[in-house]
């Protein structure tokens, strides 16, 4: 079957994206199941009221003290959700990295009450070996000696897999300074076919297709240098995440196709972040998207796209 348009696709959507199951994972707090990640950490596993938690000394010697526990191995498509309890002194930060990307939450304040603890990241199809992070904040800041924080009720659950029909997405323009966040980010540029987005910013949510297929979205980007970034982002789950991200070859006008995207990773909705380069010479562009399931479309092709 086909569908003419972005919006034909979404209003197939009838139930919902995000149901979680039960836990795959459940925390033990056994001897190796957490990883000191700065290497001086000392982690423990103890018992409090006939239930389990971790403690985790951090020695004040080094930035990012905390630890690490990889939550084994699962097929994405889906949210992945860690949920717990934490307490201690100072800041921590919750991250959770996998097969494509890491979602940082804000850094977190503890105090000797328990706080709820959840961190949700998006997983990109195939296979993932998702692991959870929980260390010092600011990243850039050693803490105190003595510092520490305790983990209690630690667990992953997976969002429930979500059947959505079989269409083909034809390929769809869309031009971005429809979605800039302001105007001040708008304007002209040799090359382009309209208007742009330019400089580094966050743009507005795009719709995605609710397609069982895997969708492309190629993106008509030039480079301001070398360095210059460009991410496709999700809010999937709850947290802004990138979800891919590409280095541009060349610094010249081109089609860059972020590939093998579906629902259960990105949801409903994707917007772009540039991140140029500290030597760029001029500002990142970005022109407009083509959102489709055809793979492997040239430049002569996406240029006809209306």
């Not at 105190?144 to 659950?157: C, M, Q, V």
């Not at 029909?165 to 980010?185: F, I, K």
């Not at 999937?236 to 995207?261: C, D, M, N, T, Y």
Request: hydrophobic residues 40%.
């Amino acid at each position: 079957m086909k569908l003419p348009s972005l919006l034909c696709c979404l209003l197939v959507l009838v139930h919902p994206l995000f149901a979680e199951e039960e836990p795959f994972w459940v925390a033990s707090f056994g001897e190796g199941e957490a990883v000191a990640y700065r290497g001086g950490e000392q982690v423990e596993g103890r018992e409090e009221a006939g239930s389990r938690y971790l403690r985790v000394e951090q020695p004040g010697e080094k930035v990012l003290e905390g630890v690490r526990m990889a939550l084994g191995t699962v097929e994405g498509g889906r949210v992945l959700t860690v949920h717990g309890r934490i307490r201690g002194s100072g800041t921590v930060g919750l991250m959770v990295q996998a097969a494509n990307g890491w979602v940082r939450l804000p850094p977190q304040t503890l105090s000797s009450d328990w706080q709820e603890l959840r961190v949700a990241k998006t997983l990109r199809e195939g296979e993932n070996r998702p692991v959870f992070y929980c260390v010092s904040m600011p990243k850039d800041v050693v803490p105190p000696p003595g510092s520490f924080f305790e983990l209690a009720d630690l667990k992953a659950t997976l969002s429930a897999p979500v059947n959505l029909p079989d269409l083909e997405v034809r390929p769809q323009r869309v031009e971005m300074e429809d979605h800039a966040p302001n105007e001040s980010v708008v304007g002209e540029e040799d090359g382009a076919t309209g208007l742009v987005i330019k400089r580094s910013l966050v743009s507005t949510e795009l719709p995605f297709p609710q397609t069982s297929r895997p969708v492309v979205v190629y993106a008509r980007y030039r480079a301001g240098s070398a360095t210059d970034r460009l991410q496709l982002c999700t809010r999937h789950g709850g947290s802004r995440q990138a979800v891919r991200e590409v280095v541009p070859e060349s610094q010249a006008w081109q089609w860059i196709a972020f590939e093998g995207l579906t629902p259960g990773e990105v949801g409903e909705q994707i917007s772009f972040d540039l991140w140029p380069g500290a030597d760029a010479a001029r500002p990142a562009v970005l022109d407009a998207v083509v959102i489709t399931t055809e793979a492997g479309l040239g430049t002569e092709s996406l240029d006809l796209v209306k």
